[in-house]
């Protein structure tokens, strides 16, 4: 088992930052794949990004992509998520999750909520326009 709690969210004005955190613990010695997907109101859960555990592979979807930027520390069984020039159509929840034993490291699978095993509870992200 893994358990992953997210932190950082909050409410900012449109163009400004944030930093969320996702902190590991459980099962931590595993090489996992780590994401960060969000799900506004009223829309699907959608991918955000994802981190391969030697951080040499990542993805962003399109619509974050130049903004954010993922990375981890795997000493400190943390993932971050520095986000930038944040738009009103950021606002979401945003969901770490863990992907223990993924069977594909292409963008595709990667990108599917199914391929990851463990979620955080969320944190909320508002940005003001």
């Known amino acids: 088992q893994v358990q992953l709690v997210e932190s950082g969210g909050g409410l900012v004005q449109a163009g400004g930052s944030l930093r969320l955190s996702c902190a590991a613990s459980?099962?931590?010695?595993?090489?996992?794949?780590m994401g960060w997907f969000r799900q506004a109101p009223g829309k699907e859960r959608e991918f955000v990004t994802t981190?391969?555990?030697?951080?040499?592979?990542?993805y962003y979807a399109d619509s974050v992509k130049g903004r954010f930027t993922i990375s981890r520390d795997n000493a400190k069984n943390t993932v971050y998520l520095q986000m930038n020039s944040l738009k009103a159509e950021d606002t979401a929840v945003y969901y770490c999750?863990?992907?223990?034993?993924?069977?594909?490291?292409?963008?595709?699978?990667?990108?599917?909520?199914?391929?990851?095993?463990?979620w955080g509870q969320g944190t909320q992200v508002t940005v003001s326009s």
């Open positions: 999750a863990a992907a223990l034993m993924p069977i594909s490291d292409s963008t595709t699978y990667l990108s599917r909520s199914g391929a990851y095993d463990y």
């Open positions: 459980g099962r931590t010695g595993s090489n996992y794949v």
């Open positions: 981190i391969s555990w030697s951080g040499r592979r990542i």
